[in-house]
């Protein structure tokens, strides 16, 4: 008979190896997809009982996945993890179940339903509501979705035909989730209209105003403009005051993605600085595992409504055989409202983390990171073979390494690929205006001063080696 505690024993002792090297070491053990599918013996057969084998496909796992808590790891907008949110994610695997029910998951509703009020309080929405959703791709589609259904009083029943035309107006430079979002809920991609950003990359909302002008000449109705705080890959604000006010005149839902850069909600000096008047607009997401550090995925939608929005346009089709709440009671049944019918317990490390480190050990961490970024660029500005390609305005830093314009973009990209596969460092490649950048972001408790002096000086040195072998 199998002893389960000598397995659990055993995974923990490796777990634990794993994680006390995880900053360790190379980020990763590269290899090419068809030598990595050997090495996984993919095809090699397994039978019920056999636990050693099961254990050697853990640990090729461990081995040849990419340490992202390294602070090598520099490439996306998430990294690692705190440590709440690991013991979390373990009790969750453990205890499996289904947060969508107050019967089958009545801790996890309660966490996350108290984790939404703090959120709201937080915010300052102070009649919202708010979901958990399984990202800002969804939170984004969600806040669409309501803002698609306000726009006409039999939108959910009857769809769209026969409406006025719809239209959404987001940054040229806005996450993709957005034309996804566009797509599924059936307004068509072309009709997300981009605005231009300045230089900085923010929304120029002179030009939103002429965009949204001459969509109601023809007839069509600006139902949602989606804010970014934060974009991906130039890190910019979209100015939240001057679309307020252009709310008042043609009454859309203004929804903020601040995916990325609503982390600064914990720290009113920062809140201040980069999302001023956040508690007016109507929706606003962020997620908690990108730069809070919860495990993925971790986010969640807040609403500036009191009036059961969520559930009015999410609840469709007979949900009697599961959920008990009616719809003027307080909603315990989450799953009624959401998008899902099963919904994964994100609740549980949201509610830990947030206890472990609350909003003063939150708002100092990403105080620090920003403070990480300055250092960042002054170092690039020290160095003769790099060069800034967009300025920095908060926690993006877009730069290059200099050589001949006409074969800039395929050595960056080339110097990226090379630190990567000898496992040196992982840094982002992006676009900004046409151009190849290295796009650094920081997003990981192991990035300090020195690691970041050690990233430059392996950066230029993997560069004029290359450059040399160019030549
Ligand atoms: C601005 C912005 N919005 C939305 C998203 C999507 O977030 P998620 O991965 O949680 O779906 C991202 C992801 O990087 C993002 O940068």
Redesign the pocket.
């Known amino acids: 008979m199998t002893d389960e505690t000598e397995l659990l024993k055993r995974l923990f002792d490796t777990l634990e190896d794993y994680h006390r090297t995880r900053n360790m070491g190379t980020l990763v053990d590269y290899h090419p997809p068809e030598d990595l599918a050997e090495l996984l013996e993919l095809d090699r057969p397994g039978s019920e009982g056999d636990w050693e084998r099961i254990f050697d496909w853990i640990k090729k796992y461990l081995d040849y996945g990419v340490k992202t808590a390294h602070p090598t790891f520099l490439n996306r ?1 998430w990294s690692g993890s705190n440590l709440p949110s690991i013991l979390a994610e373990m009790v969750v695997a453990v205890s499996n179940t289904s947060s969508d029910s107050y019967e089958s998951a009545p801790v996890s509703i309660l966490y996350e339903k108290h984790m939404i009020q703090q959120m709201l309080d937080l915010v300052g929405f102070s009649h919202g509501e708010g979901q958990m959703t399984t ?4 939170a ?1 589609m969600l806040a669409m979705m309501c803002a698609r259904n306000r726009s006409g009083e039999r939108v959910k029943e009857d769809g769209l035909s026969g409406q006025s035309k719809l239209y959404g107006f987001v940054n040229q430079d ?2 993709y ?1 957005m034309d996804k979002a566009a797509n599924i809920l059936g307004l068509g991609t072309e009709n997300l209209i981009k605005v231009p950003c300045n230089s900085s990359g923010e929304m120029d909302t002179e030009e939103l105003e002429t965009a949204i002008e001459s969509v109601v000449v023809d007839g069509g109705i600006p139902f949602f403009v989606g804010l ?1 705080a ?3 890959v130039r890190g910019a604000f979209d100015p939240i005051p001057p679309v307020l006010d252009l709310r008042k005149k043609h009454g859309f839902w203004l929804h903020v ?1 601040g ?2 850069g609503g982390a600064t909600i914990m720290s009113d000096r920062l809140r201040e600085q980069f999302m001023p008047r956040l508690n007016k607009v109507d929706s606003f997401t962020f ?1 908690f ?1 990108k730069m809070l550090g919860s495990a993925l ?1 971790c ?1 969640v939608l807040l609403l500036n409504q009191s009036s059961h929005t969520l559930g009015k346009v999410c609840a469709a089709g007979d949900t009697s055989y599961l959920y008990r709440d009616s719809e003027d009671n307080e909603v315990l049944d989450l799953g009624a409202v959401s998008l899902q019918c099963g919904r994964r317990v994100d609740g549980l490390k949201w509610f830990l983390d947030w206890k472990f480190y609350g909003k003063d050990g939150f708002g100092k961490r990403i105080e620090d990171y920003l403070d990480l970024c300055v250092f960042a660029e002054e170092c690039i500005r020290d160095r003769p073979e790099l060069e800034l390609v967009a300025p920095r305005v908060s926690y993006n830093i877009c730069f290059r390494y200099k050589v001949p314009e006409n074969r800039a973009d395929a050595f960056n990209k080339l110097l990226r690929n090379t630190l990567y596969q000898r496992g040196l460092y992982m840094v982002g490649i992006a676009y900004v205006e046409q151009k190849l950048v290295l796009r650094l972001v920081i997003s990981n408790t192991e990035v300090t001063r020195d690691s970041l002096r050690c990233f430059f000086s392996e950066l230029v040195s993997v560069g004029r080696e290359l450059d040399n072998g160019s030549e």
């Open positions: 907008l990202g800002s791709s969804n984004n806005a996450h989730s970014t934060g974009t991906t993605d995916a990325w997620d595992h995925m986010n």
